[in-house]
């Protein structure tokens, strides 16, 4: 350790012990994520572990990948808890999917609500699909470096996939209502093959914002709609909603 004038040079102790300055930062980033966890911790409290460190996780490996490949805007990249993993986890608020059960994510971007519903259903099985390969391959990365064992994907058209039959479809503002029922109706099981007693019944899940009147009226059904803002307190949901639109319970206009 060098002196000079009564205090230390922390430029030559980086030269001098790297080591120790290593574990000092990656102490301090732990207790960052730590405390940017806590709003998942408010309203979720029966993590595994297991879990935790998943989603503790996230934070440093998203940073790290938007540097190389940009997939959350500058602006949302520090509100990432809130403004996507929170987010995603509020369809966790208010669906409880049975082990076993099997969802594609559609247009999954970066992973969102994908891999943080991944974590939080362990036994759910999740297939992620992105038409943009770049994206895809930071969802790859996230997944691989947290040990997620429940998640696979694809990079393809979502009008292109074939011969995969699922529970249900999520998506989070990838499109207009209209198109997500088109897309995913072609991908739910036959009937014959769906739990009857399942809760809730196979269908679309979405993740939408702002006034959706016009959208939903164009969309030719008439999702249940749930206001985020009355499932968590923080401003940034006031306008944020989730529509599910049961398969079964579909109704043409």
Not at 24 to 33: D, G, S, Y
Not at 86 to 114: N, R, V, W, Y
Not at 151 to 163: A, F, G, M
Not at 179 to 185: A, E, M, N, Y
């Amino acid at each position: 350790m060098v002196h000079v004038a009564g205090y230390v040079d922390v430029h030559l102790l980086y030269h001098l012990c790297p080591g120790i300055v290593e574990e000092t930062i990656q102490k301090m980033e732990l207790i960052a994520a730590r405390f940017d966890m806590e709003i998942i911790l408010k309203y979720f409290a029966d993590f595994t572990p297991v879990q935790l460190a998943q989603l503790r996780l996230l934070e440093s490996l998203y940073k790290e990948w938007n540097e190389k490949i940009n997939v959350i805007s500058r602006k949302d990249i520090d509100g990432l808890y809130e403004k996507h993993v929170l987010h995603s986890l509020s369809i966790a608020a208010m669906f409880e999917f049975q082990p076993g059960t099997e969802i594609i994510d559609l247009g999954t971007g970066g992973g969102f609500p994908g891999i943080p519903l991944a974590i939080f259903f362990p036994e759910v099985k999740f297939h992620l699909v992105d038409s943009i390969a770049k994206k895809l391959k930071i969802v790859d990365a996230v997944v691989e470096s947290t040990g997620l064992k429940n998640v696979t994907t694809q990079h393809s058209r979502v009008e292109d996939l074939k011969n995969r039959k699922v529970d249900f479809v999520v998506s989070r503002a990838v499109a207009p209502l209209k198109d997500l029922w088109r897309w995913s109706k072609p991908l739910f099981k036959p009937r014959n093959q769906v739990n009857p007693q399942q809760d809730p019944g196979p269908g679309l899940i979405c993740l939408k914002g702002g006034d959706l009147a016009t959208e939903i009226q164009e969309s030719g059904v008439r999702p249940r709609l749930i206001g985020i803002k009355d499932i968590f307190q923080e401003e940034w949901f006031a306008d944020k909603f989730i529509l599910y639109v049961p398969r079964s319970k579909k109704i043409e206009f």
